[in-house]
């Protein structure tokens, strides 16, 4: 064993997913290279390394293309928000008390109104879009931004999960009638879904938040919820339907064919970095992490294996097959370094979560074949030289469509019944997942649940597919018994 | 005239470029939709509108192509960076005094130690790279964030020239050697120049800034600078090699083969928005935005001409050309709308600064023709429909070319010699621009002519280039007589 081997058993990851799914998340985290710790001081700060900057940039690239297909044009607002704008928002939201960083000093001045470091933009954005909305012909009016949001609040860091500053994208929108709105509130919750589902193979549910959950002012806000491998569910994305609240609040209105001056509805719609946590989550396992071949930095890598007296028909046949790879637009990165041995890579690239791994030793190329191995479960295969791009491509393919089916596997075994209050905790208590249960729409009922057993109401269906909604049943809620009017999907969050 | 044109006075740009400068350029820039000022309370900051954001995605995709092509890769670091952090800076640099934004409070907390916002992140990136770099195998290490940063400088807003935040990239990279470290910092400067010349169509002057103008502990602080039309000159992006003041100070140290211990050897180089604002101000016209096709959001616009009688088939025909410039992947617009008249429509995409029009009228229908007109100096042919995505192309880049040898002329007739300080005084008095003269390389020198004429030494050559820095010459300098050491380029500066 080289003296670099030693530090194999360093490297690799040391806690259990099933046992310990909080420290060996935060172990992956740092050992695949995703992301430092913030500076002292700085708690709740981290550092994105250049491998999950990558995955950002491959959820920005899929978004950011939906959007612009869909009418979107990108901006970029101030980060600053003067504290007087964000009280405006006092108007639509009883209590707002906004938990944000403050900038209070230019240089060696104070200054006369100090500025909020942006927790979400609304209040700065809105009033512009009240500027240069003037008739129906400037709607809809539709801008985003890619930036970073600080929201202080004082909890335990998690990398992607819980940090105080985290990069996102805010889609902030202006219709002509409540009903554009809604469209393109639902449009978006549908590109968030596909994010989810086709890029980071995560299925999830859809539904809205109840109404006390709500994103302050708006009518209705709605959900992608993705169940964890730790039955814990995240909000993966939401989109709002705003209503005209804010557009009475800052005043957006629009002359319409006839000129009479009307109300603006909008929307707002984000999806932040807490998608890579719940990729890191979903997938990775105690080898490290995994990815699926659609965002992976690197789809292949080839670990050519040779001797002294084999090492250069190895290598040749080898590069010729990367090389072909590449040509094919395939990320295939070929490891031929030799301080390293052959078990170091293979643990290295499990580590970070390469997807489809080629072994090339003498005998693949004597028999004109390559050793596939797929990261996920380890399943070894042998395919001929020929058309190895193809091959590849259809083992990228089956490598996401594993990892999709177990990822759907779980959510689909995770979604319960219950109609009373010990079969909502015991169910919860003894599985997590989701619990499915009739509710009469009262906050009450869903802070007792919480009170107990941490679970909270993370989603209900929207309202036309809640059998519950019209009036004609006998349920009852789980909780206090009254009539039932929602269908509630209780589970413990992130 | 219909109602909506009543508003094309309003519309157009009002000031002259000639003679009024800067409120044309603000005209420009309100008036062409680019971007709006900040909210009040907020001076010094700017609304970035889509049509400007879109020509900062190009220059973004131009220069992160260029970056990952040659061994970048993306990372992202906190906005904020603690005092203490910022502090060690002054052990580098005398007199180190940040004019920062400062976030003293979290939610209703008064914080232990104060944050900055990010003025630029070398005393938060370089203690990382410190623990990334263990040994020679993990050099070169590079790592680029496009991010915004802030600087708290009271003077008055120019957008995209002067703001209080700006967006840039800013790329940190380590290497073993000074050799590795310079071919770094010259390797980037290309870059700029790429993104300046055959992106924005902006020649530019490499050089680097006098020793006492260098970035704050670097090396050298290499330059790229643009003349604008006014005289005056933009430092278009730097470029700095900061030699092991960095590594010492953050402790960068890597074990080379023979295991032992080594500084490395620092880089860090941005490019900020400000290059948009020489685009404006180096292209545009009394008419208003001129861009030039490679970064115009739309690069042909197509004005259909009809009367009822006509409408169908000019319409038909027009949208048959606009399908096939889209297919052969120009950035084209079909100005279709049936409210606004063609004079209109020509001011509008004038003012948009949109490269080529196609006007498509009966008579060009009839003949199977294009009558297709350049924006910069409204130079009108004819040609054929038949190849018309060719065509459009080859007028693309005709415009290109005038645009990019407007600029150049420019430049050229715009660097002067003198040898004597009323020559310095006087030439750029009366003409502006850049002059060349012999200098001892003292400081007192240069405040001489500020002081009196408010020009400052932009650039001297590099030292390779630069005929004064060896001894053998009897040239002085050009204000205190002393015996001359280098070439300084005087210019009044944005
Ligand atoms: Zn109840
Ligand atoms: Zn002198």
Request: aromatic content about 10%.
């Amino acid at each position: 064993m080289s003296e670099d081997d030693g530090a194999e058993q360093e490297l690799g990851v040391t806690k259990s997913k099933e046992y310990e799914t909080g420290e060996w998340y935060a172990e992956v985290v740092q050992k695949a290279g995703l992301a430092n710790y913030g500076p002292e001081g700085m708690s709740g700060f981290i550092v994105t390394r250049p491998r999950a900057y990558a995955l950002w940039e491959r959820v920005q690239g899929f978004l950011d293309a939906k959007f612009k297909d869909t009418g979107v044009q990108n901006a970029y607002f101030p980060m600053f928000i003067p504290e007087s704008y964000l009280e405006r928002e006092k108007d639509i939201v009883e209590g707002f008390d906004p938990e944000v960083a403050w900038v209070t000093h230019g240089g060696h001045e104070e200054l006369e109104e100090r500025l909020a470091v942006r927790p979400t933009s609304e209040s700065i954005i809105t009033p512009y879009i009240s500027q240069w909305v003037r008739s129906h012909r400037d709607l809809p009016l539709r801008v985003n931004q890619w930036c970073s949001v600080v929201r202080w609040e004082a909890t335990e860091t998690k990398p992607f999960f819980r940090t105080k500053e985290f990069l996102w994208q805010e889609g902030h929108t202006a219709h002509e009638t409540g009903e554009d709105a809604w469209e393109e509130t639902m449009l978006r919750l549908d590109q968030y879904e596909s994010a989810y589902e086709e890029l980071l193979g995560i299925p999830v549910l859809r539904g809205q938040k109840p109404d006390h959950d709500k994103f302050p002012g708006a009518d209705t806000t709605t959900t992608v919820e993705a169940l964890m491998p730790d039955g814990k569910s995240v909000q993966g994305a939401t989109s709002h339907h705003l209503g005209t609240s804010f557009a009475e609040a800052f005043d957006i209105t629009y002359s319409d064919e006839d000129e009479e001056e009307n109300l603006a509805h909008t929307t707002s719609w984000g999806f932040s970095w807490r998608a890579l946590g719940a990729l890191i989550m979903t997938h990775s396992d105690d080898q490290g992490l995994v990815l699926p071949p659609t965002v992976a930095p690197e789809q292949v890598v080839v670990v050519p294996i040779w001797q002294s007296d084999t090492q250069e028909e190895v290598l040749s046949y080898a590069e010729g097959i990367a090389e072909e790879l590449e040509e094919a637009g395939i990320r295939v990165e070929l490891d031929d370094r030799d301080t390293r041995n052959p078990g170091f890579k293979f643990n290295e690239h499990e580590l970070n979560g390469v997807p489809v791994r080629f072994e090339i030793g003498p005998h693949e190329v004597d028999d004109r074949e390559v050793t596939v191995v797929h990261r996920p479960d380890g399943e070894q295969v042998t395919v001929d030289r020929e058309g190895i791009a193809d091959a590849a491509q259809v083992h990228l393919d089956e490598v996401f469509a594993k990892l999709y089916a177990a990822a759907e596997e779980n959510l689909e075994g995770e979604v319960r019944e219950a109609d009373d209050r010990a079969g909502i905790l015991g169910t919860i208590g003894q599985h997590g997942g989701y619990v499915k249960a009739p509710w009469c729409g009262d906050e009450a009922c869903e802070d007792e649940i919480k009170e107990q057993i941490a679970a909270e109401i993370v989603m209900v269906p929207f309202e036309e597919d809640d059998d519950l909604r019209n009036e004609d049943h006998d349920e009852t809620c789980a909780i206090c018994g009254e009539g039932a009017r929602r269908t509630a999907y209780f589970a413990k969050a992130y």
